[in-house]
């Protein structure tokens, strides 16, 4: 399978994206920095 690089990966988006790719059986590196633009609990809940 192939490897991907997702940033922002604790976004709502992103972490579907993530979520669907790892299903699929391949390699996801994410990546997210954590700022509290939004509620970090969310982003917290998302890793």
């Known amino acids: 399978m192939s490897k ?7 976004g709502f988006i992103a972490a579907k994206v993530c979520e669907l790719l790892l299903a699929e059986g391949h390699t996801v590196v994410g990546i997210d920095n954590l700022n509290d633009y939004y509620d970090i609990r969310l982003k917290d809940y998302r890793l």
Not at 4 to 10: D, F, I, Q
């Open 4 to 10: 991907y690089l997702v940033t922002g990966a604790a």
